[in-house]
């Protein structure tokens, strides 16, 4: 039952106050103001009751959604919404005494306070410590608020939301309500205090609030500043720079760019990889993109170039599928049987490529496998959509972690003619699975698998190619040496600047007895071109002979620390590395026409741009100089086209490189869905 009596000051004789005494309610005050100002403070202990709620919720929401369970909801936006939560409303632990912990206590006095306090204790000590307390906490609060939106905006408030980069603005709204909310606060505070005879009031009688009873009880305003800061991101002010605009991104001397397809027309198209000359058409290449991102993340769109140099024409050749990342195809081209070597195999002569051509999609746990005639024929509109059977699953067991923890797929057709596809690791940085299995060489998670040519099915421990890799996304084959390059993101929450994004390099890969699953690249236990312990992982939980050094292969170069370095390819006839440009129908004739100043063999990395950390980075097509003969270093790491991030907000992320046969380089934009050309100027 709510208190229903009233705690006042008097003046004493001598007109100055005296302690609190105290004054029955219905001795002063009639039936209906009492009964209004009861259920005032019944409306305003629920309010207060709620709030406590919503702020304990929010202060244990960021330690839940780092799990693996939570993976699925907190890639939403690819910032992470639950993480994004948990940081607006428990900034510090002070945050949650100030909205929970103090007015309760002011409550909880409150109903103590049965009886009027001895004439020995006036109002001094335990009423000067709670006022001052709450000021404090009040002020605190405030104080953090401000201080997180100073140090955290481009973290947070301008982070790549994907709905326009309304970071600045939303982040001026949602400081004002914030600092509102303190201001309420320490007026609440102030009321209740007095209401309890913790204040001197110069007056028997309390009458009923004259405010609303929010008022005096806003705890709940950091919830409503909340409201306000979403409804401003999801509706608000969209960003000038996206889509991005091509005179806002800066590119080399000698190179151009332009929209290769349609703004809009490939939304969330990530992965690229290049298809044969198309013959009813007449375009000299078909690009095929899978998707990513948590929305249309089930569709695979093929493009067909406008042979007179316009827009590419995009079109969606399956969909349905379960989160489509990776792409890739094997082709030779023919006009007769004879030029289709494999047993078997003839030529489809109105495609132009022989019927063993395939098209490889990579899903979350499993690749499929489609004839490539059926996928030009879809993307031309002479066919149907692609549609999965039984025979249509090329490989069906790969392990997924819980919620999708690092399942997006990429893939690659090596010099051998296998197919390769990464599996990466089920957590941010962890050393058992998500079935409770250590990550080690008898671990596929945090690997790059080889699927032997003809293979398929089963995952085998013999397709392990390299391990100890936390999570690639990107990889090529040097045109020279054949050696498999590959990027790995680094881990997350251990910094700003550490640890780096990664290129690596395998010089000994896995072979295929047991026993052999290749170089160890460092994850979970070291990352770098240094080959750094990860803070945290001593020889308590390592052992003392396996330290970085030799034991793990260091990375070749270092990339921007969150700068999620995905897709990368070296700059080069495509086909090179496998030695079959020509019978992939492409003319060495016409790369050279279009080759690129400065880039023979140079490796071009996208980098999709950082989510948690406090200034952007990434956003930007880098490349990496090395030997174009060799392969070695020095590996020098530059900007090759950036500005897809503006101050706080995000115009555009890209995810993937391509070298298509004319010399220009095509580079995905997911969050425009659109495609990028860079070309000779």
Not at 184 to 201: D, H, I, K, N, T
Not at 205 to 216: C, G, V
Not at 409 to 434: E, H, R, T
Not at 465 to 485: C, K, M, Q, S
Request: charged share 15%.
């Amino acid at each position: 039952m709510p208190d229903d009596n009233i705690y006042a000051s008097s003046p004493s004789s001598g007109g100055s106050a005296a302690a609190s005494e105290f004054v029955p309610m219905d001795t002063d005050l009639g039936p209906r103001a009492k009964q209004q100002a009861s259920s005032w403070r019944v409306t305003g202990d629920l309010v207060i009751a709620v709030a406590t709620l919503l702020d304990l919720l929010a202060l244990v929401a960021p330690v839940f959604c780092s799990s693996n369970q939570c993976w699925a909801v907190t890639s939403y936006l690819d910032g992470g919404m639950l993480h994004m939560l948990g940081w607006l409303f428990a900034f510090p632990l002070g945050c949650f005494v100030v909205h929970a912990t103090v007015p309760l206590a002011v409550l909880l006095l409150a109903r103590a306070r049965k009886q009027p306090p001895p004439e020995a204790q006036p109002q001094n000590g335990l009423q000067d410590c709670m006022l001052l307390t709450l000021a404090a906490a009040s002020l605190l609060s405030t104080l953090g608020v401000v201080g997180f939106l100073l140090t955290g905006t481009d973290a947070i408030f301008g982070g790549p939301n994907q709905l326009g980069g309304t970071g600045t603005y939303s982040a001026s709204v949602a400081m004002f309500m914030f600092a509102f909310s303190g201001v309420a606060q320490a007026a609440g505070f102030c009321l209740r205090a007095r209401e309890v005879g913790l204040l001197p009031r110069g007056s028997r009688r309390l009458p009923p609030p004259a405010l609303p009873f929010p008022f005096a009880e806003l705890t709940v305003a950091p919830w409503l500043g909340c409201v306000v800061y979403f409804l401003v991101m999801l509706l608000g002010g969209s960003s000038e720079c996206a889509p991005v605009k091509l005179d806002t991104l800066s590119v080399p001397d000698g190179v151009k760019l332009e929209f290769f397809s349609p703004v809009g027309a490939t939304p969330n198209g990530r992965s690229l990889f290049l298809g044969p000359p198309h013959a009813a058409s007449g375009a000299p290449y078909t690009v095929f993109i899978g998707s990513g991102g948590m929305s249309d993340m089930d569709k695979v769109y093929g493009l067909l170039p406008d042979p007179a140099g316009g827009s590419a024409t995009a079109s969606v050749i399956a969909e349905g599928l379960s989160h489509p990342n990776g792409v890739a195809a094997d082709w030779t081209v023919c006009t007769t049987d004879a030029q289709c070597t494999a047993a078997g195999s003839s030529c489809d002569t109105a495609q132009g490529i022989c019927d063993d051509s395939v098209l490889y999609v990579a899903e979350w746990s499993r690749v499929l496998r489609w004839p490539l005639a059926s996928a030009l024929s879809a993307l031309d509109g002479s066919g149907d959509k692609l549609t999965v059977g039984p025979d249509n699953v090329y490989v069906d067991n790969l392990p997924t972690a819980d919620g999708g923890h690092h399942a997006w797929k990429f893939l690659g057709v090596g010099p051998d003619g296998a197919l390769y596809v990464p599996v990466g690791s089920p957590c941010n940085i962890c050393v058992v699975d998500s079935y409770g299995n250590p990550i080690d060489d008898q671990s596929v998670f945090g690997s790059i698998l080889r699927v032997p040519p003809g293979g398929g099915g089963k995952y085998d421990q013999s397709w392990k190619y390299a391990y100890g890799i936390r999570n690639t996304v990107g990889f090529d084959w040097h045109p020279v040496t054949r050696e498999l390059y590959f990027t790995d993101n680094g881990a997350d929450w251990m910094g700003d600047d550490i640890p780096p994004d990664e290129l690596n390099r395998v010089t000994e890969p896995g072979l295929p007895e047991p026993g052999n699953p290749g170089q160890h690249f460092g994850f979970p236990w070291c990352y770098g071109v240094s080959n750094e312990r990860y803070p945290g992982f001593t020889d308590e939980t390592h052992s003392a002979d396996m330290s970085c050094v030799p034991n793990y292969t260091p990375a070749i170069a270092a990339l921007p620390a969150h700068g999620a370095a995905l897709g990368m390819r070296f700059y080069a006839p495509p086909g090179t590395a496998q030695r079959k440009t020509e019978r992939m129908g492409f003319s060495a004739a016409a790369f050279e026409a279009g080759r690129l100043p400065g880039m023979e063999n140079q490796i071009l990395v996208a980098e999709h741009g950082s989510w948690n950390r406090r200034k952007l980075s990434g956003y930007q097509v880098q490349k990496i100089s090395l030997d174009a003969q060799t392969g070695d270093g020095p590996y020098e790491v530059s900007s090759w086209v950036s500005g897809w991030a503006s101050g706080a907000d995000v115009c555009g992320r890209p995810a993937d490189v391509l070298v298509a046969p004319d010399g220009s380089v095509l580079i995905s934009d997911e969050l425009g869905g659109v495609v990028l050309r860079a070309t000779k100027a």
